[in-house]
Each structure stands twice: as structure tokens, then as C-alpha cells.
């Protein structure tokens, strides 16, 4: 039997999988959550591999990694399995069948991925070469898995990432993401008895956010958006400290130069204000050049296994490919299942896509760094 005949095979089991990886709630925050379902991660790909992996803890926080043969890997196969979702959402939305149709918190960002990942893997005669990272903190910028995620992935020939995609389209390019939070100090005061005794924060940052926005530019497609904003402390104080937060993208690394030398440069609009920005974490864009040789590899291997030709995308969001790109190496992405409604109630995956996508992984992964 071909990879993709015992991988049609296998999507009973593939089903089992994802429905106890999505059944163990992860979300980024819930450090004891996130351990959990580590436990689950680690099994999966013991099962599928027959090797454990090494657990490697960061500021409390689990991340997974496999290691066959010598470092530095062949290939890298990159995978979370944080999410967006807080604990107890299974008991409103649990996962579900419908045809060939599974929902759940996390099916399509990024368990299914996961389990592709590791199934793909157990159809390899030979995994020499090979190296996989499964991170626990992604959806929050990969604080702590990034210089795991960099140095494991330095040197190989190629990176190949299990985020989900859309009508199966795989994904080429990402821009550059820079996170920033403001913080605006003022003077409290009686919003009733004496409010011009007071510095009002609130309006402070109110001005603050008009110029941040206007930082944006729709031509270069570079987007600078301001997020959530906490302001004051009662509802009769003049708000003495303000703080907000902004997502700055864009494809282009002078553009994320320039809006962060804006950002740094804002100054205070009320007398007697002050105004701080403080970077946040951030990712590097991923180039289409990083992974132009790789698309071309997937379109040559999907025809000999009978798929249907790709589609590429660059997309304005990020994942963990930012990172592999970032450090030089070949980095093709969205190879995940295909499905749609990531971080949105409803999220779903086509289960049809996991055996024929993990086939391709399974070719990927087995052709990077030998003959591509």
C-alpha cells in the first residue's frame, strides 16, 4: 500500500486523535491546561513515531520536540497546540461530527494540523533527518518557544507548517507582526468636586489613538491597529493611567521600521501627561522567497499523488513560519487541514483533507534536503 492508501486507512484513527486532542482544552493563558494537553501531544507522537519526545519547560510553559538523527534536521515540521479558546467552552460547543464535517475550539487552528503531522510521519520508512516542534504559546506571539522554534529549525533545508488552511490554499508569504503597549499617565482627581485639578488619561490616549492610526498605509498594505485599552479606575475619578495596545503588520521590513520609530516618537498632546511606548513580542515577515522552491516541490509532488493543483497565498496573519523564515530556512505553510472559521464560534475542518493533505506532508518530509 502507498503512504496514501494507509493514511485513507488510518482516517478512523486519525478521527479518534483529533477528537481527544480537541477534547483536551488548551488555552494559551492556562498554564496547568496547557500541560495537559502537552500529555496528550507527547503520546500522539510517541504512538506514531515510537519516540518520546523532550520536554522543555520555559517560564513554566511545555513545549514539545522530536529529534531524529543528527542536528542540524532535514526538515522541521512545526505545529501548536495552544488556542485560542477559555477553559469550559467544550461544554457549550463540544466537538461534533456532521458528515465530513468536525467542529470544535481548536480544530482547525491547529489540532487537526497536529494530528496530520504526526500520521504523515509514522508513513516515513526512514524519519533520519527529521525534527518536529510543538509549541505551547503561538497564539500570544511564541514568547517563550521562539528561540526553541529558531535554533531547532537553523540549518535545515526546509520548514514545513501544520497551520490550517483556507479551500486549500497553502501559504507563501506572512507579514512582519510587532506588538506595542502604551501607557498614558495622568493626574486622578474628583471627576465631580475638582476635575481640572486632574490630567485626564483617558483623553490623553484618546488623542494618542487617532495618531496611531493614521500610521497605517492601505497602499503598502501596512496595517497599525489599535487594540484593547484599559483606562481608569472608577467611574468618579479622572482616570490617572491609561494603557493600549497595537498590532503593527506589514510585508515589508522598512515599513515596521518606520511605524515603530513613529511609535517611539509620540508625545503628549495634554500639559503635564506622559506617554510611554513599550515593544511587545514580535515576528519577522515571511518573505515569498522563502518559499518558493518548497511551493514548486508541493505542486510536483501533489500531481504524482493525484491532488489537485495549489493555490499560494501571502496573508497578513502570523504563525511559527514567520519564525523558520526569519532564520534563513525554506519555509512552506498552511499545510494544515482545510477548514475555515479559525478563533470564531463554529470553527470546522473538512475531514476528507486530513489523509490526502498528511500524504503530502508525509512526501514533503521526505523529499526536503535529499533531492529538493
Known sequence: MSAMEKLRAAAPVMLEDLAELVGTESPSADVDAIARCADVVAEL??????????????ADRPHLRWRFGSAPPRVVLIGHFDTVWPLGTLTRWPFAVDGDRATGPGVVDMKAGLVM?????AQLDDLDGVAVVANSDEEIG????????EDTARGAAGALVLEGSAEGRLKVARKGIAHYSVRVVGRAAHAGVAPHLGINAGV???HQILR???????????TVTPTDAVVGTTSNTVPAEARLSIDARSFDPAELARVDAALRDLRPVLPGAQV???????????PEAAATELFALAQRLGAELGL?????????????GNLTAGVGVRTLDG??????????????????????????????????????
Open 45 to 58: 507522537g510517541r504512538r506514531c513515531t515510537g519516540q518520546a519526545p523532550e520536554r522543555i519547560v520555559v
Open 142 to 149: 511564541s514568547p517563550t518557544s521562539t528561540k526553541l522554534i
Open 204 to 206: 490623553e490616549l484618546a
Open 212 to 222: 496611531i492610526t493614521e500610521l497605517g498605509d492601505a497602499e503598502r498594505t501596512t
Open 308 to 320: 489537485p493543483p495549489f493555490t499560494a497565498e501571502a496573508v497578513g496573519g502570523g504563525s511559527d
Open 335 to 372: 499545510l494544515g487541514a482545510v477548514g475555515g472559521k479559525a478563533h470564531a464560534e463554529g470553527e470546522w475542518i473538512d475531514l476528507t483533507s486530513l489523509p490526502d493533505r498528511a500524504a503530502l506532508v508525509c512526501a514533503l518530509a521526505g523529499a526536503i534536503g535529499r533531492d529538493a
Open 276 to 286: 510611554r511606548v513599550e515593544p511587545g513580542p514580535s515576528r519577522p515577515a515571511m
Open 117 to 121: 503531522l504526526f500520521h504523515a510521519l
